[in-house]
T-cell receptor, first 112, second 112 residues
Framework: AQSVTQLGSHVSVSEGALVLLRCNYSSSVPPYLFWYVQYPNQGLQLLLKYTSAATLVKGINGFEAEFKKSETSFHLTKPSAHMSDAAEYFCAVASGNTPLVFGKGTRLSVIA | DAGVTQSPTHLIKTRGQQVTLRCSPISGHKSVSWYQQVLGQGPQFIFQYYEKEERGRGNFPDRFSARQFPNYSSELNVNALLLGDSALYLC???????????FGEGSRLTVL
């Protein structure tokens, strides 16, 4: 069975600081990995995805993530946080035709 | 192009009642998935339909059922509502590419 663990239910950073949201996955087959963002009272929006091509994936809004097989990790980063980045972030894993499995989410707060 | 649309956006029911939630996928998408998101948690997979056939079912009781219509829209039905069914119900559509889901804004169900 596949699973995702997001380390830290809440992360707080200052505006302009580095954003680092951690995600570790478990999968018995090569995974597809995703990061989604959810703003208050909205659905989920795809930030970026890894599908076995380049290990460093660039997404929207300046976010990127690196797939590290040896560490079973897919951490999300952004060099400089903006107030508009405050939201809930979800890491998710799938493989083949299996449904997407989400982590519990990390709430990002950005302090002015 | 229109995204995934869901209706109703909010609804309140009492225990024991039944509810039907509706979803229209992105034009051209033949797969629809349903997820339940309880407050403070990540989305949990309920159902996936592709070409009107059920392709997957999550760990939910038989009170939950769904169907997909010839135009690829979908309905999720929940019978004998319990307080614990209170959640945001998310519909997502996909073109079939592994794991890449496009979400609607959800239907927020409150059970009193």
């Amino acid at each position: 069975a596949q699973s995702v663990t997001q380390l830290g239910s809440h992360v707080s950073v200052s505006e302009g600081a580095l954003v680092l949201l951690r995600c570790n996955y478990s999968s018995s087959v090569p995974p597809y990995l995703f990061w989604y963002v959810q703003y208050p009272n909205q659905g989920l929006q795809l930030l970026l995805k890894y599908t076995s091509a380049a290990t460093l994936v660039k997404g929207i809004n300046g976010f990127e993530a690196e797939f590290k097989k040896s560490e079973t990790s897919f951490h999300l980063t952004k060099p400089s946080a903006h107030m508009s980045d405050a939201a809930e972030y979800f890491c998710a894993v799938a493989s083949g035709n299996t449904p997407l499995v989400f982590g519990k989410g990390t709430r990002l707060s950005v302090i002015a | 192009d229109a995204g995934v649309t869901q209706s109703p956006t909010h609804l309140i029911k009492t225990r024991g009642q039944q509810v039907t939630l509706r979803c229209s996928p992105i034009s051209g998408h033949k797969s629809v998935s349903w997820y339940q998101q309880v407050l403070g948690q990540g989305p949990q997979f309920i159902f996936q339909y592709y070409e009107k056939e059920e392709r997957g079912r999550g760990n939910f009781p038989d009170r939950f059922s769904a169907r997909q219509f010839p135009n690829y829209s979908s309905e999720l039905n929940v019978n004998a509502l319990l307080l614990g069914d209170s959640a945001l119900y998310l519909c997502a559509s996909s073109s079939g590419r592994a794991g890449e889901l496009f979400f609607g804004e959800g239907s927020r169900l409150t059970v009193l």
